[in-house]
């Protein structure tokens, strides 16, 4: 294993890399605003035809070829709709709620290294600084379900702050391993130091955080706080219009989010050969969604006591386990050949997960709420 | 270096105005009357399936995470401390490690603990 900064600092750009500091945060600021949205347009487009296909259905066909003007239909049908308010609401909590939930999610990305150096703000906290932010969004989940003085959405608030603060601990401790291996915790510099992929290095960090991020943006199976089938729609059932697209627009963007995020530190970032260094990042970041989507047509919902169970009975040791194994490796065997690291890591997360599982026992039970 | 904190705090105000600009377009568009508003005292009641609304949802009712809550916080420090020992571990070599274990070692005590009592679980 290797410190940061094997890549040469000199091949990355310079901090203010247009020329000054308000050309830079102009441009980087247009970039970010496009690439989240043109992102979860495709998205959006990208999970209706494919969890069409995975439910053999055609899946959106009709605007424009193969559906891809569907998008478009969508915003022109969502800007001439009824901006309702629900009278026995917060009225103003509820004009904040979306606010306040979008604008954490689009903060994020100000850290996300688009290719070398080529980010808004490269934080020397940077993972700090992304788990902060990405947190507040659940204020505005929680203000939605406040203020629509309905009872499906309070249910599906409380359950999504009950969510959020049972995942993100074995989010931070796997996040951690990740920053002991790299040495540093600028997502650019991690980028930098990663001459093999963290997802080999460390196959234990990558499952335990790409099961919390699920659980964290509310994708299937950890979509309790939206269940359809039992409080309807959960948090937004009261939201219509273009408050309501603003949601929507904030739910893709956390799973953008976490694609960017696990791209940087498990997957290499925008590191490959060929091909320029954005499109790499790219690629990988639609191999995430492939993954994320063909999780959603397959798995089914969780229960509630099941999902609490998961993250602190399960998750929570195998992140604690997993980060003193990784910090022993740093400190007595800072030398290891990739070789040899790789297999003995895999073979652990596979020993662990076997035992894990053989005593650990779901609940089987009826349970309310 | 500080100057990044600078653009972090002005993309703030940037994402802020974006969303702000989303939020009131419809507030616009009725004005040119793109979208209704046609507002009735059925359609301003709470949404329920098929039934009327029985009470105002604001009410007491037990949810059951305060333990989970409790050990959140514990638990959330403790993480937010080792984040400053695993960029500096190298350096900390075995001294930093085995400081380290005892401190989780001291946290992981509570957490069993609360695991024995049955804390965990979601009655």
């Known amino acids: 294993m290797t410190a940061a900064g094997t890549i040469s600092q000199a091949s990355a750009l310079a901090s203010d890399w247009p020329g000054n500091f308000w050309l830079h945060l102009l441009v980087f600021a247009l970039i970010i605003l496009a690439f989240v949205i043109l992102t979860v347009i495709i998205l959006i487009w990208l999970e209706r035809r494919l969890l069409g296909r995975i439910q053999v259905r055609p899946g959106p066909n009709r605007a424009g070829p193969f559906g891809l003007l569907q998008p478009i239909a969508d915003v022109v049908k969502i800007l001439t709709k009824e901006d309702t308010v629900p009278g026995w609401g917060d009225r103003l909590v509820f004009w904040l709620a979306p606010l306040v939930a979008f604008v954490p999610v689009l903060l994020v990305f100000a850290v996300v290294p688009f290719w070398n150096g080529a980010l808004l703000a490269d934080l020397n906290i940077g993972i700090l600084y992304v788990l902060a932010v990405s947190s507040v969004a659940s204020v505005g989940i929680f203000m939605t379900g406040w203020a629509s003085g309905n009872k499906y959405s309070l249910i599906g608030a409380m359950r999504d702050i009950a969510q959020l603060i049972s995942y993100e601990i074995p989010m931070m401790l796997s996040l951690a391993a990740v920053v002991l291996v790299a040495g540093s915790l600028s997502l650019n510099e991690i980028v930098a130091a990663q001459d093999v992929p963290y997802i080999l290095l460390q196959p234990m960090g990558f499952t335990i955080f790409f099961i919390a991020a699920l659980a964290e943006a509310n994708r299937t199976p950890f979509d309790l706080v939206e269940a359809d089938s039992e409080i309807v729609a959960g948090f937004n059932i009261e939201y219509s219009g273009m408050k309501f697209a603003i949601l929507y627009l904030m739910e893709y ?113 009826r349970v309310g709420i | ?111 069993v603990y609360a695991w024995r009592k049955k804390a965990l679980e979601w009655k």
């Open chain 1, 253 to 365: 963007s956390e799973v953008v989010f976490i694609a960017a995020i696990a791209t940087s530190l498990f997957l290499g970032g925008w590191r490959g050969p060929f091909l320029p260094p954005f499109l790499w990042f790219v690629i990988k970041m639609f191999a995430v969604f492939f993954v994320l989507i063909w999780i959603r047509g397959t798995l089914p919902r969780l229960r509630i006591d099941q999902v609490m169970a998961f993250a602190w009975k399960f998750l929570l040791p195998l992140a604690l386990i997993n980060l003193v194994v990784t910090g022993a490796q740093v400190v007595f065997w800072p030398q290891a050949p990739y070789w040899s690291l790789v297999p003995i890591n895999v073979t652990l997360l596979a020993a662990l997960l076997l035992l894990w599982a053989r005593f650990f026992r779901l609940g089987g039970s």
């Open chain 2, 1 to 111: 270096m500080l100057e990044n904190y600078g653009y972090v705090a002005l993309f703030l105000l940037v994402a802020l105005l974006f969303a702000a600009f989303m939020l009131l377009l419809p507030v616009v568009l009725r004005l040119f009357k793109i979208v209704p508003r046609k507002p009735n005292p059925a359609k301003n009641t709470p949404f329920e399936c098929g039934m009327e609304t029985i009470g105002r949802s604001w009410v007491q009712f037990n949810f059951r995470y305060y333990f989970y809550a409790l050990l959140f916080i514990a638990l959330d420090v403790m993480a937010v401390f080792l984040f400053p020992w695993a960029v500096g571990l190298r350096q900390l070599g075995t001294f930093g490690f085995v400081a380290a274990l005892i401190f989780v070692g001291i946290i992981s005590i509570g957490y």
